[in-house]
């Protein structure tokens, strides 16, 4: 069975801040991982994955096998941030997706 | 524009009337996926097709059906809704293989009174 778990429901950071939205997972295999973002009033899209090692807005994340954890840091936040934050993992089969249980991520001015 | 069209945007019934969320797609994608969202849980997945004709369940088939007809359309039936599917619905698509991107409808807001 596959598993993600994002421990903080709510964060709150000031605008210059850095921020880091932990992500932990439980998968047997070689997981594929991601993090999407869910904007007010937009449609959820992703944001970065792991098979890529990209740099979006500012926003990393790597993977740590050893701690199977996938967490997304940005060194500086911005007020334009806020947002619902999910991270996902897809299997070996690449049909299950399994997603977190969000983290709302509030960046104050 | 290449896009996934969910509708309705909401939807208000009775626990016991069949309904349909109809899904579609226009990216040729084989890959298409149900998704609940409910508060504290995140988003589960329900249901989920590789391709036509190719269904199977996700976290949380219990109460859904779907179908895989055609490749651009997959919708969500719910024969005898409950209460406890009151949720906000996500359909999503994608090329298959590891590392690719969901496209995410604009969600369908289900109440079942």
């Known amino acids: 069975a596959q598993r993600v778990t994002q421990p903080e429901k709510l964060l709150s950071v000031f605008k210059g801040a850095p921020v880091e939205l932990k992500c932990n997972y439980s998968?047997?295999?070689?997981?594929?991982l991601f993090w999407y973002v869910q904007y007010s009033r937009q449609r959820l899209q992703l944001l970065l994955r792991h098979i890529s090692r990209e740099s979006i807005k500012g926003f990393t994340a790597d993977l740590n096998k050893g701690e199977t954890s996938f967490h997304l840091k940005k060194p500086f936040a911005q007020e334009e941030d806020s947002a619902m934050y999910y991270c996902?993992?897809?299997?070996?089969?690449?049909?299950?997706?399994?997603f977190g249980q969000g983290t709302i991520l509030t960046v104050h001015p | 524009e290449a896009q996934v069209t969910q509708n309705p945007r909401y939807l208000i019934t009775v626990t016991g009337k069949k309904l349909t969320v109809t899904c579609s797609q226009n990216?040729?994608?084989?890959?298409m996926s149900w998704y609940r969202q409910d508060p504290g849980l995140g988003l589960r997945q329900i249901y989920y097709?590789?391709?036509?004709?190719?269904?199977d369940k996700g976290d949380v088939p219990e109460g859904y059906k779907v179908s895989r007809k055609e490749k651009r359309n997959f919708p969500l039936i719910l024969e005898s809704p409950s209460p406890n599917q009151t949720s906000l619905y996500f359909c999503?698509?994608?090329?298959?293989?590891?590392?690719?991107?969901?496209?995410f409808g604009s969600g369908t807001q289900l109440s079942v009174l």
């Open positions: 097709s590789m391709n036509v004709e190719v269904t």
């Open positions: 999503a698509s994608k090329f298959p293989g590891p590392g690719e991107k969901l496209f």
């Open positions: 998968y047997s295999g070689s997981p594929e």
């Open positions: 996902a993992l897809s299997g070996t089969s690449y049909g299950k997706l399994t």
């Open positions: 990216m040729n994608h084989e890959y």
